[in-house]
């Protein structure tokens, strides 16, 4: 039986083919020449740089799609959208695609009288995908314009990355038949890599049989082709000479209620093939002189080239509006993670500023060597009335006793880091519970953050150490024109900036308690007069404020650095201050040049 197409008029812009979603009638509209595409190449360029500005690492419920559509259409801008473009008049790239087992290979075979293409006898199967081309269009396709990603090869591949490009005058100038792997595979890999060759189809030639038209995969492939507004043209493979009738009904039934009633439908009976392993003749003839016609129409290819062209163009504005949604989703979220993480650390500075106001680094080891340090007995007794001499008791003390500074001086420095290892460790493990509580925080995590950085103690060490110095410097310098201090030499400065600090660790909120009242009391008065006899009383108070913001610039730096090591996992959503508005603001400008180019003569 010969069985020719259902419906197969060429493109001749008269109704038959796959308009784009924007047109309604679903017809193709005949080729106007555009006006220079230059502006709508530079809107595509920026939202190609858009695309690949925004991330989407965050687990929420959109980031899945989000990211395969941003990847999808990076992938087609560089595919297909821009280098198309820039050659409108480039030949026609038609992509056969089609379930396992379709008869693809077999159908570009027989179309170009050649054997240029393997069917897969084992599946599944995994091989480069095979273009056909005439060989006077072979430069454009080996250039590498269109479908970059994939590397040329004139031999035949099992890698996926390669391009085979066969030459055959078996098949006309302007048009090239690409076999692209199955749709419907077992093995990730090829289904990625038909869904890709589909997006750079300027006609998808999707084959199925009589057997298998009905599945879910494909369909779902030629909804996603009819709302990016590719053109579209099917073969119904293998019919059964007694259900031909029954079977092409019922699919062009499918093709009306998927919005697909204008495309192209070619229908191949159940046929013995020849000893080349090609359709004979008699059923495939008619569509190979449908080819035949699209080949010698410059005209209608043009139409096809166009309708596809301006239907993917079209299908960017609302594709971008949802990944604008998804990526203020990720801002939202990684704003309320990084709060959680900043509200911990902030605990954490409030805790160190309290212990520098509320006297509790003066108790203990701390009070003990002071007292060391200064003779607390009799200092006390005499503190009101010779003021001169406890200067020179302090000078003369540190100067004949250098130990008991430096006991003081450890003291603080130990009592100090042992408050910022406390808080530090306090703010990891609530920032850390507080991200584990959070579906997106979880999947951030990882075991180390629930403990401070490796070497934070001694990062914590020689903060406290070079603070110290720092203070010592400020006193030196502060008291080089001061005769008292000059006469002490170095350890007076020693003894003034161990003052120094003690009253940095004091405020007028310092209210001890129990048996500390009246021994805290002292020693922060005790404090005071030293450096008022030394300095002066105005002195005294700039001093030590400038002692402990330093300080508290110091720590502040230290626990910013372990913030960052949760904020740094969030900081990819945050490459560009507005992504959405972003997104929505370079798809606009496209839509904007897509409209003003009018590609298929109305602009929309």
Do not use: C
Not at 427 to 453: F, I, K, S
């Amino acid at each position: 039986m010969d069985a020719g197409p259902a419906r197969t008029d060429p493109f001749d812009g008269t109704g038959s083919g796959r308009a784009s979603s924007a047109n309604p009638g679903n017809a193709l509209v005949p080729y106007r020449a555009p006006v220079p595409p230059d502006r709508l190449s530079s809107a595509l360029t920026r939202l190609r740089t858009a695309l690949g500005a925004v991330s989407y690492p965050l687990q929420v419920p959109s980031a899945d799609e989000a990211r395969r559509v941003a990847g999808a259409l990076q992938s087609q801008l560089d595919d297909y959208l821009v280098p198309r473009l820039s050659r409108l008049d480039a030949p026609m790239l038609v992509v056969v695609g089609g379930s396992t087992g379709s008869g693809k290979s077999t159908l570009v075979n027989s179309l170009v009288r050649d054997t240029v293409t393997t069917a897969g006898v084992l599946r599944p199967t995994t091989r480069s995908p095979v273009l056909v081309t005439n060989p006077d269009d072979v430069a454009w396709f080996e250039s590498g314009h269109l479908l970059p990603g994939l590397i040329r090869t004139v031999k035949l591949s099992n890698d996926p990355n390669l391009l085979q490009v066969v030459a055959t005058p078996g098949i006309g100038t302007g048009v090239a038949l690409l076999d692209a792997p199955d749709i419907d595979s077992v093995v990730e890999e090829n289904r990625k890599l038909a869904a890709q060759l589909l997006a750079a189809a300027d006609l998808w030639l999707f084959v199925t049989t009589a057997a298998r038209y009905a599945d879910a995969v494909p369909w779902e492939l030629l909804k996603t082709a009819r709302l990016r507004g590719t053109v579209i043209a099917l073969v119904l493979d293998r019919v059964p000479v007694d259900a031909a009738a029954e079977i092409s009904a019922h699919l062009g039934e499918m093709l009306i209620a998927h919005d697909l009633g204008a495309a192209p439908l070619f229908v191949l009976p159940e046929t013995e093939l020849d000893h080349h392993g090609r359709l004979p003749d008699p059923v495939i003839g008619p569509m190979r002189q449908w080819f035949v016609q699209l080949s010698a129409d410059a005209d209608a290819r043009a139409v096809v080239v166009r309708q596809t062209l301006n239907g993917a163009l079209a299908a960017l504005h609302p594709a971008v509006a949802g990944l604008a949604e998804a990526a203020e989703d990720q801002t939202r979220t990684a704003n309320a993670l990084d709060e959680r993480v900043l509200s911990a650390y902030r605990t954490a500075k409030q805790t160190v500023r309290d212990g520098l106001q509320d006297g509790r680094l003066l108790r203990g080891e701390v009070l003990a060597r002071w007292q060391e340090f200064v003779g607390t007995g009799d200092f006390l007794r005499t503190l009101e009335s010779r003021v001169g001499q406890l200067r020179d008791r302090l000078v003369a003390a540190v100067t004949g006793r250098p130990g008991p500074g430096r006991n003081l001086q450890v003291a603080l420095e130990s009592q100090l880091v042992t408050l910022l290892r406390g808080v530090a460790s306090d703010a990891a493990e609530q920032a850390y519970a507080a991200w584990q509580a959070h579906p997106a925080g979880v999947g951030l995590l990882d075991a180390d953050l629930q403990h401070v950085a490796l070497g934070l103690a001694d990062r914590a060490d020689r903060l406290v150490r070079d603070w110290q110095h720092w203070v010592l410097d400020l006193v030196r310098r502060e008291a080089a024109d001061k005769r008292g201090v000059a006469r002490g030499a170095a350890y007076a400065v020693n003894g003034a900036g161990l003052a120094v600090m003690i009253a940095v660790f004091t405020s007028t909120a310092f209210l001890p308690t129990g048996l500390e009242v009246a021994v805290g009391a002292g020693t922060t008065v005790a404090a005071q007069k030293v450096l008022e006899a030394v300095f002066g009383d105005q002195a005294i108070r700039t001093l030590a404020a400038r002692a402990r913001n330093e300080l508290v610039a110091r720590i502040d730096e230290l626990l910013d650095a372990e913030t960052a090591r949760y904020t740094e996992l969030t900081a990819a959503v945050r490459r560009e201050a507005e992504p959405g508005t972003l997104l929505r603001q370079t798809a606009a400008e496209v839509e904007s040049a897509r409209e003003e180019l009018a590609l298929t003569g109305s602009g929309q």
